[in-house]
């Protein structure tokens, strides 16, 4: 079974400022990926950035990187230069052998100007 | 081009009637996923077709709930006797058919907020 764990409910940022959005996973699977989703009040799901188990180096994609640290099953997501728009609910998925994603219950970002 | 598109945007209904939720995927994706988020809570999974096949049902709350994607694109969710717990949004994502060494990551429609009173 997978599980992904998103502690932080809420976070605030100040505009112009960094923030990192923490996840944790758990699965028995040798082999799985990594996603970050961002969900504004539209509520559409945007896709972030992915990294997969083998990958060696942390997944990369302008503003956004993710922390990934194997041993310690975290996958946290860094967004850099926070702007206004970035505000919305962000969410850590995990896809292992099943292809099913498993989805973390969110963060909630806010960004102050 | 075109993203994943979701009808009706928003279905209010009584309890005990039937309905239907439409899924529109990206021309090319052979996956289909059908999700379900209820408030505060993050996408939780119902259904997964690959091709015109249900590869995973294994999401689905109970017999009332029931999807077909006939021919490989679009896709309907269909839900009987509908219950006040069924409402939530109803969330439906394509990609190519997934892969071990490629993220294939999932695009989703708008929604299907659905209401039962």
């Known amino acids: 079974a997978q599980k992904i764990t998103q502690t932080q409910p809420g976070m605030f940022v100040q505009e112009k400022e960094a923030v990192t959005l923490d996840c944790t996973y758990d699965t028995s699977d040798q082999s799985y990926g990594l996603f970050w989703y961002k969900q504004p009040s539209s509520g559409e799901m945007i896709f972030l950035i992915y990294?997969?188990?083998?990958?060696?180096q942390n997944a990369t994609e302008g503003r956004y990187s993710l922390n990934f640290q194997k041993a310690r099953k975290s996958a946290n997501l860094v967004i850099s230069a926070s702007q206004l728009g970035d505000s919305a609910m962000y969410f850590c998925a995990m896809k292992g052998g099943s292809y099913i994603p498993t989805f973390g219950r969110g963060t909630s970002l806010i960004v102050h100007p | 081009g075109a993203g994943v598109s979701q009808t009706p945007s928003n279905k209010v209904t009584e309890k005990g009637k039937y309905v239907e939720l439409r899924c529109d995927p990206i021309s090319g994706h052979t996956a289909l996923y059908w999700y379900r988020q209820s408030l505060g809570q993050g996408p939780e999974f119902l259904i997964y077709f690959q091709g015109t096949g249900a590869a995973d049902d294994s999401g689905l709350p109970n017999d009332r709930f029931f999807a077909v994607r006939p021919e490989g694109s679009v896709s309907t969710l269909k839900i009987q006797r509908t219950e006040r717990g069924d409402s939530a949004v109803y969330l439906c994502?394509?990609?190519?058919?997934?892969?071990?060494?490629?993220?294939?990551?999932?695009?989703f429609g708008p929604g299907t907020r659905l209401t039962v009173l």
């Open positions: 994502a394509s990609s190519f058919r997934p892969d071990r060494d490629s993220p294939n990551e999932q695009f």
């Open positions: 990294q997969g188990s083998y990958d060696e």
